[in-house]
């Protein structure tokens, strides 16, 4: 009787057994590090993230003709078809046919002795096995299937962003990699010259065999550097390539390797963190849809009923196929109890329940994971910043110390490996600062990746996002109507 009236109830005024979904907390503290070598939020004002036009240029291309984004899109459209498969399951499937048929039959199966020949003609028009949803068994599959292809979105936005940040930092170290070869190739001629000046020296007697030595080892260093720089600028121009999906110039103009070539990123607090970063909007979504698959399982354990019926005409001869009294009709209803199944819808519960238990916490480590990325790019903005000052107060030292050596020596008061020693350290030094910009850059960049993404960027590179809130609305309705 229990279920006779579930059944009842559910066939009046709707019925689902899935379970009421509560978004799990984050398992994160409400604020982000503050003080120290954290930055506070100065601004909400968000401002274009690249400023350089090259590398503008080169995430609008690939964000056309990148073939991993490609096949992320690719994969939410077959998601969106098997939606849109399940959720016609909703509905009866309505066809028409008809049929002829003309046999011959022997003399001993008709009975008469003599053979004969029998046609029959119909024509029929109906349903075939719909499932009258009573429990919500078709719903809960349709819910899970359309939170699945939300998810599949997600995780497109995700390689989006995933996308303008590789270009954005293969971009940079191409640059800082131009940089670094320019800086050797300098640092090759200086010390070419102070050779021929050492050997010339030796021929006067005033250096000796050592300080030659001393000085063909910097210049065959420093050679081995431009050809690491010059491998380093090739791979990077093929790496950036691929990430572009298509040629890219090698000339390209470019602005020297300075802080202002990527914007300050403003941080948010977490439910900021909730709204804009399409991995953990992916994880709930998973989430939600295992939700769903629970209250499939759960419909299992009740009886389904389906039904067949069809409405037409038939006749032995064609021209009576329409004519009257020549009316058929079928109506079969099947009704399917489970009664002994050996455990299997239990297990079959019990695994759906554990899916979910899997989903939230994978959906808690996407936000402990995105916390931990912007708290790291918090501490890397303002430390970097003060590096880059330190390492700037140590090149410009370095090099009065190179300007003061190359002085005494070519004056006779010190020997060549102070000044040997001078153009090493200015050179280790120029490396240094290269390098440690490069990292600034990158962490201002992986900033924007830990925050969701920069949605002015994204509208300034005709990319535009919908606020989140409505993409899941928007993609339904597109999915529905089409």
């Known amino acids: ?183 050797a190739q300098q640092t090759l001629a200086a010390d070419d010259h102070s050779l021929r000046l050492t050997q010339r020296s030796k021929s006067a007697g005033k250096a000796s065999a050592l300080e030659v030595v001393q000085a063909r080892t910097s210049v065959e260093s420093t050679r081995a550097s431009v050809a690491r720089y010059q491998r380093q600028v090739a791979q990077d121009l093929n790496n950036l390539t691929l990430l572009v999906g298509t040629a890219v110039d090698a000339d390209l103009p470019a602005r020297p390797l300075t802080a202002d070539l990527v914007a300050s990123v403003p941080a948010g607090l977490p439910s900021d963190l909730l709204q804009r970063r399409p991995d953990i909007l992916q994880a709930e979504y998973q989430l939600q849809a295992a939700n769903a698959n629970i209250g499939a399982a759960r419909a299992a354990f009740f009886p389904s009923v389906t039904l067949t019926a069809n409405t037409g005409s038939a006749s032995t001869e064609l021209s009576g196929l329409f004519k009257g009294g020549s009316g058929t009709w079928t109506f079969q209803p099947q009704i399917n109890l489970p009664i002994f199944n050996a455990g299997s819808l239990r297990a079959s519960l019990d695994y759906a329940k554990l899916q979910k238990d899997i989903s939230v916490a994978q959906y808690e480590k996407a936000i402990q994971t995105a916390f931990q990325e912007v708290a790291d790019g918090l501490a890397a903005r303002q430390t970097y910043t003060d590096q880059l000052a330190a390492q700037r107060d140590f090149v410009a030292a370095n090099q009065v110390y190179y300007d003061l050596a190359q002085h005494r020596y070519r004056s006779g008061v010190d020997s060549n490996l102070t000044f040997l020693d001078a153009q090493r350290s200015l050179f280790s030094s120029q490396q240094a600062l290269i390098v440690d910009q490069l990292a600034q850059l990158v962490a201002q960049v992986r900033l924007y990746t830990a925050l969701g993404g920069a949605w002015g960027v994204d509208q300034q590179l005709g990319q535009g996002l919908a606020p989140v809130e409505n993409v899941g609305a928007g993609l339904l309705a597109k999915a529905v109507g089409q």
């Not at 590090?33 to 090259?54: C, I, K, M, N, R």
């Not at 098997?82 to 008709?110: C, E, H, M, N, W």
């Not at 962003?161 to 670094?180: F, G, H, I, K, P």
Request: hydrophobic fraction near 40%; charge should be neutral; aromatic fraction near 8%.
């Open 1 to 183: 009787m229990r279920t006779l009236t579930l059944a009842l109830a559910c066939l009046l005024g709707g019925c689902s057994l899935i379970p009421h979904y509560q978004r799990p907390a984050a398992p994160v503290p409400e604020q982000f590090p503050q003080g120290g070598v954290y930055t506070s939020t100065v601004t909400t004002d968000w401002q274009p993230l690249f400023h350089e036009p090259a590398l503008q240029q080169l995430i609008v291309d690939a964000l056309h003709n990148n073939r991993d984004l490609r096949v992320a899109a690719l994969n939410v459209e077959a998601f969106q078809a098997q939606y849109r498969i399940q959720r016609a399951d909703l509905f009866p499937a309505v066809s028409a046919s008809a049929a002829g048929k003309r046999q011959k039959l022997p003399g001993d199966v008709t009975g008469t002795g003599q053979s004969a020949i029998t046609s029959s003609y119909s024509a029929t028009l109906g349903l075939s096995a719909y499932e009258l949803d009573l429990f919500g068994r078709v719903r809960s599959l349709s819910e899970q299937a359309m939170l699945t292809y939300l998810g599949t979105e997600q995780a497109r936005r995700s390689a989006q962003l995933s996308l303008v940040a590789n270009v954005a930092n293969a971009y940079l170290t191409w640059r800082a990699d131009q940089e670094l070869l320019a800086l």
